[in-house]
């Protein structure tokens, strides 16, 4: 009863930020996404006769691993312990967020270890519960999380896009996204935000229907820039930009000025991602120069079994 997945980190295109149910975590708006190849986590989980209690190797909140495999544990009807071992592709200490990863790859290895077979759809459910944006590691490429629900909107080849993400570093003591999502409400600014979304959905999926980069690279960064309009007027307010990432993106519209199409995005984090296509990767590179370590990512496929 053993069985190890491996899963990508997300970076969403349209932010889900808020929630209509927490404890189902169910998002206030629909959300929109690219896997990235080059932040992975690989789990192993083993469940035994032998085992006296559960145990995780490793992890970034290991009550939160012990309580996703409880609803895994109970939807099986089986009551064996287990043993965790989960690693990331990517430092943990570079503030890029390992609970979307994380929890999708736990959630395929405890369901296949148990023998339970789940539908991609059940699969993405069960991961929201244990972190929202988990859901949408699942599916392959492109992917749009609804409701209970994320799925593919194209597989990872469709579009040959890259996340170019610009390490700033993390100051470890940051306001948790999973504790921002319960006081949004206290922006006046949220009921806008989800008045906008609706449209800024649809310019999203027209973008990626027609590759149109610059579309989409707009509608990126005005997504960004509001959900943080958002965090930064709650209470208590949330600041997770630092003057290194301030000074990215003003970096990055002084070199579109110069013509080169690339575009940023910012999560719950100091990190800035890059979003640009492959043919100006190199030169997106060179802009960057030696001063931070990045992690070039290519669009990913989704959860799976190794
Ligand atoms: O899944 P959570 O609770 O870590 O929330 C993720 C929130 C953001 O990263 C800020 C936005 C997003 O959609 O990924």
């Given at each position: 009863?053993?069985?190890?997945?491996?899963?990508?980190?997300?970076?969403?295109?349209?932010?889900?930020?808020?929630?209509?149910?927490?404890?189902?975590?169910?998002?206030?708006n629909?959300?929109?996404?690219?896997?990235?190849?080059?932040?992975?986590?690989?789990?192993?989980?083993?469940?035994?006769?032998?085992?006296?209690?559960?145990?995780?190797?490793?992890?970034?909140?290991?009550?939160r691993?012990?309580d996703?495999?409880?609803?895994?544990?109970?939807?099986?009807?089986?009551?064996?312990?287990?043993?965790?071992?989960?690693?990331?592709?990517?430092?943990?200490?570079?503030?890029?967020?390992?609970?979307?990863?994380?929890?999708?790859?736990l959630?395929?290895?405890?369901?296949?270890?148990?023998?339970?077979?789940?539908s991609?759809?059940e699969?993405?459910?069960?991961?929201?519960?244990?972190?929202?944006?988990?859901?949408r590691?699942?599916?392959?490429?492109?992917?749009?999380?609804?409701?209970?629900?994320?799925?593919?909107?194209?597989?990872?080849?469709?579009?040959?896009?890259?996340?170019?993400?610009?390490?700033?570093?993390?100051?470890?003591?940051?306001?948790?996204?999973?504790?921002?999502?319960?006081?949004?409400?206290?922006?006046?600014?949220?009921?806008?935000r989800?008045?906008?979304?609706?449209?800024?959905?649809?310019?999203c999926?027209?973008?990626?229907?027609?590759?149109?980069?610059?579309?989409?690279?707009?509608v990126i960064?005005?997504?960004?820039?509001?959900?943080?309009?958002?965090?930064?007027?709650?209470?208590?307010?949330?600041?997770?930009?630092?003057?290194?990432?301030?000074?990215?993106?003003d970096?990055?519209?002084?070199?579109?000025?110069?013509?080169?199409?690339?575009?940023?995005?910012v999560?719950?984090?100091?990190?800035?991602?890059?979003?640009?296509?492959?043919?100006?990767?190199?030169?997106?590179?060179?802009?960057?120069?030696?001063?931070y370590q990045?992690?070039?990512?290519?669009?990913?496929?989704?959860?799976?079994?190794?």
């Amino acid at each position: 009863m053993k069985a190890t997945a491996v899963a990508p980190a997300n970076i969403a295109f349209i932010k889900y930020w808020g929630r209509i149910d927490a404890a189902k975590k169910l998002p206030a708006n629909p959300s929109i996404s690219m896997n990235l190849s080059a932040c992975i986590t690989t789990t192993t989980v083993e469940f035994s006769d032998k085992f006296a209690s559960d145990e995780v190797t490793a992890g970034f909140d290991k009550q939160r691993i012990f309580d996703h495999i409880d609803r895994i544990r109970a939807i099986a009807g089986i009551t064996q312990k287990a043993h965790v071992e989960t690693k990331n592709s990517f430092p943990t200490s570079t503030g890029i967020a390992s609970s979307a990863s994380g929890f999708a790859a736990l959630t395929l290895a405890t369901a296949s270890a148990l023998g339970v077979s789940f539908s991609e759809k059940e699969l993405t459910a069960l991961s929201q519960l244990g972190s929202g944006s988990a859901a949408r590691s699942i599916p392959d490429g492109f992917v749009k999380w609804e409701g209970e629900v994320a799925r593919s909107l194209y597989p990872s080849g469709y579009w040959d896009l890259r996340d170019i993400v610009v390490i700033v570093g993390s100051t470890g003591k940051d306001v948790s996204s999973n504790a921002g999502h319960d006081t949004v409400r206290t922006s006046p600014y949220f009921q806008e935000r989800l008045r906008a979304l609706p449209e800024r959905i649809s310019r999203c999926e027209r973008a990626l229907q027609q590759k149109n980069f610059q579309e989409l690279g707009q509608v990126i960064e005005e997504d960004c820039l509001d959900m943080h309009h958002v965090m930064q007027t709650q209470h208590p307010p949330l600041f997770y930009w630092t003057d290194e990432t301030k000074t990215i993106m003003d970096e990055v519209k002084h070199w579109r000025d110069q013509g080169l199409p690339v575009y940023f995005t910012v999560d719950a984090g100091p990190n800035v991602h890059l979003i640009c296509e492959a043919g100006n990767e190199t030169s997106v590179m060179e802009k960057i120069g030696n001063t931070y370590q990045v992690i070039v990512n290519k669009p990913a496929k989704g959860a799976h079994l190794l």
